[in-house]
């Protein structure tokens, strides 16, 4: 079983940790057989479309209070070897409440459970109607388990999953009671060894009480684990739409629109008589009109037309930026009996690039934007539409057109909201920190990006794929592996540029060949020459300038910042002051400038959008604190500035209007010195 060789793994590196002499062993074999990585093909991913009820559909939500157990840190097994699962949790151990969707980690106050290391355990009882046992599938998805997580139905093994921030599910159909209650048990392995996405490593060390196990990672953010978002219980008809893949395109100067869908069918009809089956696919307008309307053949694919289209634009690249339109599917059996209904939104664009400039529907983007963390007080990396929605409101306040989904996919829900605000998205797996490159975690890697494409190539705000987060592109083996990376996802979407954001000095840089467009991390006056405000935009210039020149690409900086202690005040500007954060700023925005005149370069993003927790250090206090905004989502003193230049580039780059509050008045002393939206 697959849980027992995980484990069995975990056992042999914690031994080969604590044994100098087996570290040496494992450190050649890795290298051995770092040196024959081999392309392998992956399992890809079926189904998972976002439940959404029809008039062929249903979905109940799982949500709520849960009862959780945590595992003794030296047994994790025990709860499957003991079989927790055959009955209520509490049977087995006293259990506590644990909402859900929310990471567990500092819902309590133990610092016990908020440190620990492997296997938790949750389970609930919940109704299933009578209704929903008639002549269809029921089925369980869970949006996110970070990191591994096991799931039984009344006692049986019902899906495993690995790998954070992913959907998964399963059909249920024949484990559920109707009309009757049930349970549903989730185991949850929280543990990161040097073959998972992320990496971490497991070690033994000696405390006052004896051993202990300690979990460390390199990445800069808390381990957050739980179960992260919503849980699902949906019916689909028997024979149903189980994907949706759409591609868009602009033509005739934008005027024509063109809607490309594929669906596949599971179910029983299908394999009976695959070729009497259609669809009807029918697009209607934001105001509900139908604007176009298509019969499919019987392979399901084809293309939509829609005139006088009204293109999917960005926020401020257009005064009516993030439209969409309905796409109904109706699925029909050949004597028109209407099996199955599923409706998505899809916006209208074309992406296009070379080696200078990166498009939408023909007019060049200039980035201006975010890193961000799925972070919150208490909740952790859980889901909460409160805060989603909080953080949109800033990030239009603010004038930001995009954000990078650092360092993971975030909710399905905020990809829904991005769609809708015309915030760009460039989409990260959960890769960061990548070192040590081996077969395996080349396989999980591959496996991350295609479950992450294949849950959201249809959105219209994903521009972009990133594919890493500071990989050690330095390392050997770097080129044969990220050229394997980048190659399986173009095979999966050539639709959008592959980017990473690379931290490594671009002489030591393996991967950058293999992307579409450079982006480059840098801490100038933080990490490197901490507190020189007057070493930064020179050697912005250059570095942007040789990522460019190595690869003749369009380059972006995707993070720079400082981190600033909310209130801190020190003039003249002194490092963790939220006047040196706003100093760094203005630096990088003079580089910034030089290098748009450039044309290659294409973007810059702040490092970060809001305050995150991360693991215990002398370099954090409470946390990352280079947010541009507090973890309570409230602007520092860089905020504003920010935001005026934003705005700023908007009107100059895209022609947006201003938002009145934009500058605050000073006084009535003459054109020179009055600062009002007018003056830009
Ligand atoms: C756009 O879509 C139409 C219809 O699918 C197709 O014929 C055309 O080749 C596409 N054009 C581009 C530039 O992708
Ligand atoms: C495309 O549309 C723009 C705006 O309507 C117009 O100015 C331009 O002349 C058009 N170009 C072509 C090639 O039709
Ligand atoms: C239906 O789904 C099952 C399970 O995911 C898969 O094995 C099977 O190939 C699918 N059938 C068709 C016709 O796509
Ligand atoms: C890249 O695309 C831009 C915009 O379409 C164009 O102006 C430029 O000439 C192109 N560069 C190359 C090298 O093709
Ligand atoms: C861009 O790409 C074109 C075609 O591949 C190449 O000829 C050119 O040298 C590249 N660089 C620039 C700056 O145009
Ligand atoms: C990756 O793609 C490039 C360009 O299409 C191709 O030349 C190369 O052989 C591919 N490499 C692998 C390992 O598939």
């Not at 998805?141 to 799931?151: K, L, M, T």
């Not at 954000?403 to 909710?411: A, E, L, M, Q």
């Not at 040196?580 to 702040?606: C, M, N, P, Y």
């Amino acid at each position: 079983m697959h849980l027992k060789i995980r484990l069995t793994r975990r056992k042999l590196e914690i031994w080969a940790l604590s044994l100098t002499s087996l570290v040496f062993a494992f450190y050649i074999l890795n290298l051995t057989l770092a040196l024959i990585i081999l392309n392998k093909d992956v399992q890809t991913s079926r189904g998972m479309l976002y439940p959404r009820e029809s008039e062929t559909r249903e979905v109940r939500t799982l949500d709520g209070i849960w009862n959780f157990v945590r595992s003794d840190e030296s047994n994790p097994t025990q709860g499957i070897r003991d079989g927790w699962f055959k009955d209520d949790l509490s049977k087995s151990r006293p259990t506590i409440p644990m909402p859900v969707p929310a990471s567990y980690n500092d819902i309590t106050t133990e610092q016990a459970l908020r440190d620990h290391v492997g296997t938790v355990w949750y389970d609930r009882k919940f109704f299933v109607p009578r209704s929903w046992a008639h002549e269809q599938r029921v089925w369980l998805r869970f949006g996110s388990v970070h990191y591994e997580a096991f799931v039984w139905m009344n006692g049986q093994l019902v899906v495993k999953h690995e790998m954070g921030h992913l959907p998964f599910e399963t059909e249920v159909t024949h484990l559920l009671q109707y009309g009757a209650e049930n349970r549903i048990t989730v185991m949850c392995d929280n543990a990161l060894i040097q073959t998972t996405v992320p990496q971490g490593k497991i070690s033994e060390m000696a405390n006052d009480g004896g051993v202990t196990i300690i979990q460390s990672y390199t990445f800069d953010f808390f381990n957050y684990a739980g179960i992260h978002r919503s849980v699902h219980l949906y019916t689909t008809p028997k024979t149903f739409i189980e994907q949706v893949d759409i591609k868009t395109n602009l033509t005739n100067n934008n005027s024509v629109g063109h809607v490309d869908y594929s669906i596949i069918v599971n179910g029983s009809a299908t394999n009976e008589a695959d070729n009497t089956l259609y669809a009807r696919l029918l697009l209607y307008s934001r105001e509900g009109d139908l604007v176009s309307n298509v019969r499919s053949d019987s392979k399901l694919l084809g293309s939509l037309q829609v005139e006088n289209v009204n293109p999917w634009w960005p926020y401020l690249m257009h005064s009516d930026p993030g439209y969409l339109y309905k796409l109904e599917i109706k699925l029909y059996a050949a004597n028109e009996q209407l099996l199955d209904v599923y409706r998505l939104n899809v916006g209208l664009r074309t992406l296009s690039w070379n080696n200078t400039t990166f498009l939408i529907n023909g007019k060049p983007i200039y980035f201006r934007g975010f890193g961000r963390h799925e972070d919150a007080d208490v909740r952790g990396k859980g889901l909460d539409n409160a805060l989603m929605t909080r953080d949109f409101n800033l990030l239009k306040w603010i004038g930001a057109n995009a954000y990078r989904t650092s360092h993971y996919p975030y909710s399905e829900e905020s990809m829904q909201f991005a769609d809708r605000h015309g915030i760009m998205i460039i989409d990260e797996c959960p890769s960061v920190d990548t070192e040590n490159f081996n077969q395996v975690l080349l396989g999980k890697h591959k496996s991350s990006l295609e479950q992450l494409v294949h849950r959201d190539r249809n959105h219209p705000s994903v521009v972009m794929w990133s594919i890493a987060n500071e990989p050690r592109t330095g390392q050997l083996n770097a080129d044969t592996y990220f050229q394997f990376v980048a190659n399986y996802t173009r095979s999966l979407d050539g639709t959008r540029p592959i980017t990473a954001a690379i931290a490594v000095p671009s002489t030591d840089d393996k991967a950058g060949r293999y992307l579409d467009i450079i982006s480059f991390n840098r801490y100038n006056a933080w990490y490197s020459n901490t507190g020189r405000l007057d070493m930064v935009t020179k050697r912005v210039i250059e570095e942007a300038t040789a990522w460019n020149k190595k690869y003749d690409k369009p380059v972006l900086m995707a993070e720079y910042g400082a981190d600033t202690l909310e209130g801190l005040h020190l003039q003249p500007a002194f490092v963790w002051s939220e006047e040196f954060q706003t100093a760094v700023f203005s630096q990088h925005f003079k580089a910034f400038d030089a290098l748009r005149r450039k044309k290659w370069f294409i973007g810059e993003f702040v490092w970060n959008f809001a305050d995150f927790k991360t693991a215990q250090s002398y370099t954090r206090v409470g946390g990352n604190k280079k947010g541009v905004f507090t973890r309570a989502r409230q602007p520092k003193a860089a905020a504003h500035l920010l935001r005026q230049r934003y705005f700023a580039l908007g009107r100059e780059v895209d022609q947006c209007s201003l938002p009145d509050d934009l500058f605050t008045y000073i006084a009535d002393v003459g054109n020179s010195v009055k600062h009002d939206s007018s003056d830009l």
